[in-house]
């Protein structure tokens, strides 16, 4: 079964850190763009965050960019998504998604819809 599991999310007061993990299982993560997006409530899906497939090279949106760090590990088939100096507004359900393409760069980042697979998506609090 080909599927994307996200953890490491919770409760974070406002100044502290998480970090994301998204672990791919039946499939392996090398030829993929993944992309980290949030909803929050009542609000649209936005991304986050993306890394491209073949050399790594990284996208943050404006109001995570300097905060929040993207990486790879293809030899655990994970992604993280360290979140540090959390603020209120980033309270959200954050998902991770697999887009194929082995050359596929992620500047400008790939539409939601483009992407195959998708997390079950996990909370992220950041209040005090």
């Known amino acids: 079964q080909l599927q994307l599991v996200e953890s490491g999310g919770g409760l974070v007061q406002p100044g502290g850190s998480l970090r994301l993990s998204c672990a791919a299982s039946?499939?392996?993560?090398?030829?993929?763009?993944i992309g980290w997006f949030r909803q929050a409530s009542g609000k649209e899906r936005e991304g986050v965050s993306c890394?491209?497939?073949?050399?790594?090279?990284?996208h943050y949106a404006d109001s995570v960019k300097g905060r929040f760090t993207i990486s790879r590990d293809n030899a655990k088939n994970t992604v993280y998504l360290q979140m540090n100096s959390l603020k209120p507004e980033d309270t959200a359900v954050y998902y991770c998604?697999?887009?194929?393409?082995?050359?596929?760069?992620?500047?400008?980042?790939?539409?939601?819809?483009?992407?195959?697979?998708w997390g079950q998506g996990i909370q992220v609090t950041v209040s005090s």
């Open positions: 890394i491209s497939s073949s050399d790594g090279r990284m």
């Open positions: 039946g499939f392996t993560l090398d030829y993929y763009v």
């Open positions: 998604a697999a887009l194929f393409g082995m050359f596929r760069q992620c500047a400008p980042p790939p539409p939601p819809y483009e992407y195959n697979y």
